[in-house]
């Protein structure tokens, strides 16, 4: 079965400092993709970066990066030049072609709260 | 493009009553799932699709019913509503493979009393 685990507590940051969400899965299928999505207060899912586990380089999307290391099946991601904007809660997920239905699993969250 | 529709906003029912929480896509996309976010505990899966007709469990799904007559809609019933279903609830939609992103609808807060 699939699992999403994302365990820090709250997170902080200084402004313009770079931050590592940390994230770890576990499937037995060779086949399937990670995804950050970020949550801030007014609620809405906003969609941040994917790794495929086939891809042969981390995922990058601007100042949001992904450290993926396949065989600790951790997909740690990691934000750069932190802004204020950037406080929110960050979803880790996962989806997987188990069954052909590839649901989309997410883990707990992590909240980041950045600096002034 | 609207994306994903979600209705209502927000939702104050009675113990006991029975309500349904309407979602919406335009994207044509075969997977449709209803997640519900509550504090300390992420998204939990609800119920998913993968298709007009075909529906299944996903991890909380006591409580609630779907199902999904066309590509587009897949509302989520609630039959007898309980304190313990006070939670956002999201919509959410894609296409189906592993490396599809989610697209997600505002939410709805739903709160029982």
């Known amino acids: 079965a699939q699992k999403i685990t994302q365990t820090q507590p709250g997170m902080f940051v200084q402004e313009k400092e770079a931050v590592t969400l940390d994230c770890t899965y576990d499937?037995?299928?060779?086949?399937?993709?990670l995804f950050w999505y970020k949550q801030p207060s007014s609620g809405e899912m906003i969609f941040l970066i994917y790794q495929g586990s086939y891809d042969q380089q981390n995922a990058t999307e601007g100042r949001y990066s992904l450290n993926f290391q396949k065989a600790r099946k951790s997909a740690n991601l990691v934000i750069s030049a932190s802004q204020l904007g950037d406080s929110a809660m960050y979803f880790c997920?996962?989806?997987?072609?188990?069954?052909?239905?590839?649901?989309?699993?997410f883990g707990k969250g992590i909240t980041l709260s950045v600096r002034p | 493009n609207a994306g994903v529709t979600q209705t209502p906003k927000f939702q104050v029912l009675k113990t006991g009553q029975s309500m349904t929480l309407q979602c919406a896509q335009d994207m044509n996309h075969e997977y449709m799932s209803w997640y519900r976010q509550d504090p300390g505990m992420g998204l939990r899966l609800i119920h998913y699709?993968?298709?007009?007709?075909?529906?299944d469990q996903g991890e909380v799904p006591n409580g609630y019913n779907v199902s999904r007559s066309t590509t587009e809609d897949f509302p989520l019933r609630l039959l007898s509503a309980a304190p313990s279903q006070t939670s956002v609830y999201f919509c959410a939609s894609s296409y189906t493979g592993t490396q599809k992103k989610a697209f997600f609808g505002q939410g709805t807060r739903l709160t029982v009393v």
């Open positions: 997920a996962m989806r997987d072609s188990t069954g052909a239905n590839s649901k989309l699993t």
């Open positions: 699709s993968v298709g007009a007709g075909i529906t």
């Open positions: 499937t037995s299928d060779p086949s399937y993709g």
